[in-house]
C-alpha cells in the first residue's frame, strides 16, 4: 500500500503543469548554462568537474522557487480536492502518511535538478570539441550527491513542514521568500566567497560564512577562488573538512525541523477534519 501511496503521490506532482513548466526550464537552463556560461577561463573545460559543480551548485539554489511552488500545490489539493479523507479512509498510519508526503515532494524538486544535469550533458554535444575534456559520469555525479540532493533536502524539508503545519499557501510562499532574501542578506552581511565583491580567501580563518551557508555555495566559491587550470579540469570539489561539517550541520538541522515538525503535526485531528467535512 506504501509503494501505491508514494506512486500516486509522484504521479500527482510530476501530472502537475507547473512540475512540467519547471522540469522545461531546469533542462534548458542546464543546457544553457552548459553552452554558454562562462565558468572560468577559455582553457577550463566546458564539461570539467568544476564547471559542472558550479552550475548544479548554482541551480540547487533554484530548488527554493521549485520546492515553494510545489508545496503550495500540497496543500491547494487538500483544500480543494480534499485528498486527505481518501487517505484517511485506509489503514495509512502517521509515519508512512507524513514519509510518503515528504518523499513525493523531495523527489519531485531532486528531479528537476537530475534534468539540469541532463541539460549539461546534452548541451556538450553542441561544444567545440577543443573546448571538452574526457567525459567522466562522476563528474555529474558528484555534485548531485554533494550539492543538489543535500540542498533539496534543506529547502524542501524547511517548506514541506510549513505547508503541512499552516496548510497555508500564503505562508508558505512567504517562508519561501523569506529563504531566499535571508539567504542573499546572510551572504551579503558575512562577506560570503558567494560575492564577487568578497574579500574572504581560500584558507582564511574566517570560516564562519561558509559554516553558516545552508547551500555550501560559499564553501565552493571560496575554495576554488585560487585553482590553477588543471585543477579546475579534473580536480572533483574535495568531500572533507570545513565543507563536510557543513553538510553534516545543514543535514542534520534539517533533520531536526522535520522531526519537530512530525511530532507536532496531530494526524487525528486532521483525520477528524477531515471525516467532518465528509
Not at 534548458?28 to 548554462?33: E, Q, T, V
Not at 543535500?150 to 524542501?156: G, I, R
Amino acid at each position: 500500500m506504501i509503494a501505491d501511496l508514494l506512486k500516486f503521490e509522484l504521479k500527482y506532482h510530476f501530472g502537475q503543469i507547473s512540475f512540467k513548466v519547471a522540469a522545461i526550464l531546469f533542462l534548458l537552463l542546464g543546457y544553457f548554462c552548459a553552452v554558454k556560461g562562462g565558468f572560468g577561463s577559455d582553457e577550463v573545460h566546458k564539461n570539467s568537474p568544476y564547471v559542472i559543480t558550479n552550475i548544479m551548485a548554482l541551480l540547487s539554489l533554484c530548488s527554493i522557487f521549485s520546492a515553494t511552488l510545489f508545496s503550495a500545490n500540497v496543500a491547494l489539493r487538500d483544500s480543494m480536492h480534499k485528498m486527505e479523507a481518501v487517505v484517511f479512509t485506509t489503514s495509512i498510519k502517521k509515519l508512512p502518511y507524513f514519509g510518503i508526503r515528504l518523499s513525493g515532494l523531495i523527489i519531485a524538486v531532486f528531479s528537476l535538478l537530475l534534468l539540469a544535469a541532463l541539460g549539461i550533458y546534452i548541451g556538450s554535444f553542441f561544444i567545440n570539441k577543443n573546448q571538452l575534456g574526457t567525459f567522466h559520469l562522476y563528474y555529474y555525479l558528484q555534485p548531485i550527491l554533494i550539492f543538489a540532493l543535500p540542498n533539496v533536502l534543506f529547502s524542501a524539508g524547511i517548506l514541506f513542514c510549513t505547508a503541512i503545519q499552516t496548510k497555508s499557501v500564503r505562508a508558505i510562499y512567504v517562508v519561501g521568500a523569506l529563504l531566499y532574501i535571508f539567504y542573499m542578506l546572510a551572504s551579503i552581511l558575512g562577506d560570503s566567497p558567494l560575492l564577487a565583491t568578497s574579500v574572504n580567501k581560500a584558507g582564511s580563518a574566517d570560516i564562519l560564512p561558509v559554516l553558516l551557508d545552508p547551500f555550501a555555495l560559499a564553501s565552493f566559491f571560496g575554495e576554488t577562488r585560487t585553482w590553477t587550470i588543471p585543477q579546475r579540469n579534473c580536480q572533483l570539489f574535495p568531500f572533507e573538512g570545513t565543507f563536510l561539517i557543513n553538510r553534516i550541520l545543514w543535514t542534520s538541522f534539517t533533520s531536526l525541523i522535520i522531526v519537530i515538525s512530525y511530532r507536532l503535526f496531530d494526524f487525528r485531528l486532521a483525520q477528524q477534519q477531515q471525516l467532518k467535512v465528509k
